[in-house]
């Protein structure tokens, strides 16, 4: 089974302050269609989780461009440039190449 | 409206059975693979099986295998998850998920979830 771990596990970030956090997977996400299988998923306090990045980095419609996401193979960051209150919840990578599917164990964010 | 709803969640003794369900609606249901993805208290997520639209490729994580059975009627646009044999450790809130088209493969469409509690 692929791996994936998240750090930080916690961030208390100041509004209009960046954030980053890095996603590590145990195997290489790059498929041989040339695509490559990592997500981002962001869960608010009482809600359901929801998708905000996919294949690394293409913004789902509606994502504020404030989020953005880099990385290859192995190693994947989620950036936030400036943190606002409605970003607070808990983020999720996921990778999508192979069965089981994984996530990692979340990054939670608050607002300090 | 385009959305998930389960239900079955409830307070099961170990070792005992439960049908999760999850009805969808607004969207042509036969063409999108699920997901059933599971949350313990205060715990992150973690997905536990997957089903194709036609029900040919079904896939579940090892703590699950033997245990628990991903299903689905299309007439009736639903999805299913028969739990048995049930742990302590299977306490979560499980949440139905919808794959995107277009072979993007991540999880569009979430439900709000359905308890399940295992205790004696």
């Known amino acids: 089974d692929i791996v994936m771990t998240q750090s930080p596990l916690f961030l208390s970030v100041t509004p209009g302050q960046p954030a980053s956090i890095s996603c590590k997977s145990s195997q290489s996400l790059l498929h041989s269609d040339g695509k490559t299988y990592l997500y981002w998923y962001l869960q608010r306090p009482g809600q359901s989780p929801q998708v905000l990045i996919y294949e690394v980095s293409s913004r789902l419609p509606g994502v504020s461009d404030r989020f953005s996401g880099s990385g290859s193979g192995t190693d994947f960051t989620l950036k936030i440039s400036r943190v606002e209150a409605g970003d607070v919840g808990i983020y999720y990578c996921?990778?999508?190449?192979?069965?089981?599917?994984?996530f990692g164990q979340g990054t939670k964010v608050e607002i300090k | 409206e385009v959305q998930l709803v389960e239900s079955g969640g409830a307070l099961v003794q170990p070792g005992g059975s439960l049908r999760l369900s999850c009805a969808a609606s607004?969207?042509?249901?036969?063409?999108?693979?699920m997901n059933w993805v599971r949350q313990a208290p205060g715990k992150g997520l973690e997905w536990i099986s997957y089903i194709t639209g036609s029900s040919s490729a079904i896939y579940y994580t090892d703590s699950v295998k033997g245990r628990f059975t991903i299903s689905r009627d299309n007439a009736k646009n639903s999805l299913y998850l028969d739990m048995n044999s049930l742990r302590v450790e299977d306490t979560a809130v499980y949440y139905c998920a919808r794959v995107a088209l277009a072979g993007r493969g991540y999880f569009d469409l979430w439900g709000r979830g359905t308890l399940v509690t295992v205790s004696s």
């Open positions: 607004g969207f042509t249901f036969n063409i999108f693979s």
């Open positions: 996921l990778q999508g190449i192979n069965f089981p599917r994984t």
